[in-house]
């Protein structure tokens, strides 16, 4: 059964118990299920939590999911076990994942896994494209930000905001891996302050021209299409009412790339800048077209959230990936005679971190829930991102000590771990910045 299959038939169809049976074979039973199996009056559709299976990563656990999500899961983690694992040093040196390999996950069927099917995306609910989030964490993040920024930044805007045609345009490719997508916001001068942007477009009889520059854009440089957010009214009585989104496609004069940016983390994920040099552009090349002139501001604050919950989501499953990495690491690596799993201190610092990963995860889960009931406020959003960043990094970090110098080299996950989290504070809107709109509801009046 090849994996695009699967996600179809999970979009589409109902699953007999039968098949999901057969599919299920084979998978680690959970010590819930043990137990289950002994209490007679509990619901065996009641699924267990993390904290009470056998690892942190297993499949088949947390109550928001269901069999379904179980199948598209299991088939997420052997795409990205046996394909993106293999690439990660030649895409770390390379900067960016190849097209090729665009095209690949594309037919596997793993792209705009929440975009609606009217759009031209698989039509799944947005817990199921949290899986592919959270399965991408759990093969350490490699390209993870690739192609969540593709999958889930890029394509909700065109999923919510776009014209027929501008869907039948650019979202049936971007779902197969042959075009990509990339959003770009943040300016060399202004990043958190986003109604401080300099990039404008004027109006030239029915078409636009674009000038500025963008920075920090991941996916810049190989995207075809780009989403920029530009001021489209200097006199706009209000910033925000001022600022519209463009559809900026690659090739179109004008529109210059620069460099891959070295970061410090997330290396194989590219991140780019990008230059608009009197770019004309058509009207249809609005986002949404001329009825949502000057709306682009109110596009983003719709949409941010869920890009806020969406780091959420992948901090608490990097954190827990790396917690199981780690746990493998103590029970094996020596010292003082025994195992580094059988000193107390050791143990207790794990208990802390299961503690620390299992309240947010049941936070976060809450958080998708209301997310998929389309129920999520800014505000929540916004305490899901503060809260599993930090608390991620901070694992992340005392997973790093547990390995010892073993965790300061590249070959371990951890080292990796440790950089390619120190972002999620900054992008997808600071967390200072989270504070501030967390701060603004509780003391509205
Ligand atoms: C790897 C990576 C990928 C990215 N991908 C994208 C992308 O695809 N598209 C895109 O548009 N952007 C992207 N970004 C940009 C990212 O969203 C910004 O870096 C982020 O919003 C912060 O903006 P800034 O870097 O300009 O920092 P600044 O705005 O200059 O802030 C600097 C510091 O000041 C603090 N600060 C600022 N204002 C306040 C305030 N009012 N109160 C308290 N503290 C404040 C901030 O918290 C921060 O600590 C990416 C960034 C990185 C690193």
């Known amino acids: 059964m090849s994996i695009n299959i699967?996600?179809?038939?999970?979009?589409?169809?109902?699953?007999?118990?039968?098949?999901?049976?057969?599919?299920?074979?084979?998978?680690?039973?959970s010590r819930f299920?043990?137990?289950?199996?002994?209490?007679?009056?509990?619901?065996?559709?009641?699924?267990?939590?993390?904290?009470?299976?056998?690892?942190?990563?297993?499949?088949g656990v947390?109550?928001?999911f269901s069999e379904e999500h179980d199948i598209l899961r299991r088939n997420a983690r052997k795409f990205y076990t046996e394909e993106v694992v293999p690439n990660r040093e030649r895409w770390e040196k390379d900067g960016r994942v190849d097209r090729e390999f665009w095209k690949k996950i594309g037919a596997a069927g793993l792209l705009g896994v929440g975009t609606r099917a009217e759009a031209g995306g698989w039509g799944g609910d947005y817990k199921s494209a949290c899986v592919m989030e959270e399965e991408h964490a759990y093969v350490n993040w490699l390209v993870g930000a690739t192609f969540g920024g593709h999958s889930e930044v890029t394509l909700p805007y065109l999923d919510n905001y776009g014209t027929k045609s501008q869907h039948e345009q650019f979202v049936p490719q971007m779902v197969r891996g042959e075009k990509i997508g990339a959003i770009a916001m943040t300016e060399p001068s202004s990043g958190s302050d986003l109604q401080g942007i300099k990039t404008h477009a004027k109006q030239d009889g029915d078409d636009w021209i674009l000038n500025g520059s963008k920075v920090f854009i991941t996916n810049g440089i190989s995207a075809d299409v780009?989403?920029?957010?530009?001021?489209?009214?200097?006199n706009a009585k209000h910033k925000a009412r001022g600022i519209s989104l463009f559809l900026v496609e690659d090739g179109t004069p004008g529109f210059n790339k620069g460099r891959i940016l070295k970061k410090l983390g997330m290396r194989a994920s590219e991140t780019g800048e990008l230059f608009f040099d009197d770019v004309r552009l058509p009207k249809s090349a609005i986002l949404g077209g001329e009825e949502r002139l000057n709306q682009g501001f109110y596009c983003l604050m719709q949409?941010?959230?869920?890009?806020?919950?969406?780091?959420?989501?992948?901090?608490?499953?990097?954190?827990?990936?790396i917690f199981e990495?780690?746990?493998?690491y103590i029970k094996q690596r020596k010292a003082f005679g025994s195992s580094l799993?059988?000193?107390q201190t050791v143990q207790h610092r794990m208990a802390e971190m299961k503690t620390k990963i299992c309240t947010t995860r049941a936070f976060i889960d809450q958080c998708i829930q209301l997310m998929d009931e389309g129920r999520l406020d800014a505000s929540t959003a916004s305490m899901a991102k503060i809260w599993a960043s930090d608390m991620a990094f901070k694992v992340i970090n005392e997973c790093l000590q547990l390995h010892g110098g073993w965790g300061y080299m590249w070959e371990y996950p951890v080292a990796r771990a440790f950089v390619d989290s120190r972002v999620a504070p900054i992008y997808g809107g600071s967390n200072d910045i989270m504070n501030e709109l967390i701060a603004r509801d509780i003391v509205a009046e």
């Open 341 to 343: 799993s059988k000193l």
């Open 6 to 29: 699967s996600t179809r038939r999970i979009f589409s169809a109902k699953i007999k118990v039968c098949q999901l049976f057969s599919v299920s074979r084979g998978v680690k039973t």
């Open 303 to 321: 949409q941010l959230p869920r890009e806020r919950l969406g780091i959420g989501v992948v901090c608490t499953a990097h954190a827990e990936y």
């Open 62 to 64: 947390r109550s928001i």
């Open 325 to 328: 990495t780690t746990r493998e």
């Open 226 to 234: 780009t989403v920029v957010v530009a001021v489209t009214d200097l």
């Open 33 to 59: 299920y043990r137990i289950q199996h002994d209490v007679k009056h509990t619901s065996p559709s009641r699924r267990p939590e993390p904290s009470q299976a056998d690892s942190l990563t297993e499949i």
